[in-house]
């Protein structure tokens, strides 16, 4: 496995691959990895022929008042994962090498799919997301690039970027993986304390629950839904960020339930903020992006 600190190195990596002809996978993450990523590790290991990953943690996609300075940074033990998951390079670069000092040029988010949810709530942020991960696509060049459900409208913000500026990449969207409690894996479930991080199950409780209520009883009006979601997350002791039922592309909200949607929520448990979700067809129950 190798790892590369310099722009430069990376493409020429890449370039040397595809002159061989070899299919490039490739994972961005921001470290402090967990078995999450290492779905989407194992994921691309098994479909490409090279599979690189990066490991950056970056400042644009931060707010003034978030977490850029405390987000856990492990590169030794991050390396020994990736090799561990059969992952070929690793791409380590410094805030410097990806943002010199000149640099003033960003990527803006598509106007509807990034109005709501996140892009409401953080703004700036789906900015930030989709300037490293165009300048990422650009150097390392990958024929695929995987990433996590558990972000969708990251996933969807990012889809539309691809589409609108001709990326020539494949993405793939893989599955939430979790905790055996349901609790949605994420690096930031390391700030909960024992207490927070037993009411951190309400997040998933909660969107199952709402399964119960679409697939079972019938209940359609979002309104209900989410007055009965703000009771149970409020009873566990969890400060709403927001709760948003939208449908599964646009992430447009919808008020009446009559095809898939996308169940979205972010929740302060004491101070972190973590979200999840959750796709619902209203005959079938919870559903997956490839099932879309």
Known sequence: ????????????????????????????????????????????????????????????????????????????????????????????????????????????????????????????HFRGVLTVVAKLFNIVQPDVAYFGQKDYQQCRVIERMVLDLDF???????????????????????????????????????LKEVEKMIVEQKIYQTKRIISEMSKVIEEAGGKIDYIEIVDPFLLKPVEYITGNVVIGIAVFIGSTRLIDNIIINPEKGEIFCDAL
């Open 1 to 124: 496995m190798e790892i590369l600190r310099k722009k430069m190195e990376m493409t020429a990596l890449s370039n040397g691959w595809r002159k061989k002809g070899y299919k490039i996978g490739f994972v961005p993450t921001m470290g402090a990895l967990h078995k999450g990523h290492i779905s989407l590790f194992e994921r691309s290991v098994s479909e490409c022929d090279k599979t690189v990953v990066s490991l950056f943690v970056n400042p644009l996609q931060f707010g003034p008042k978030e977490d850029f300075s405390k987000y856990p940074r492990r590169e030794k033990a991050d390396c020994e994962m990736c090799k561990e998951a059969g992952v070929d390079a690793i791409f380590i670069p410094t805030v410097d090498e990806m943002y010199p000092k000149d640099s003033g040029t960003t990527v803006e988010p598509h106007p509807i799919v990034s109005a709501g949810m996140c892009g409401a709530k953080r703004p700036g």
């Open 168 to 206: 020539p990449i494949k993405l793939v969207f893989v599955p939430t993986k979790r905790e055996p409690d349901g609790l949605a894996m994420s690096s930031r479930n390391e700030y909960l304390s024992k207490d927070e991080r037993k009411r951190a199950v309400c997040l998933y409780k909660v």
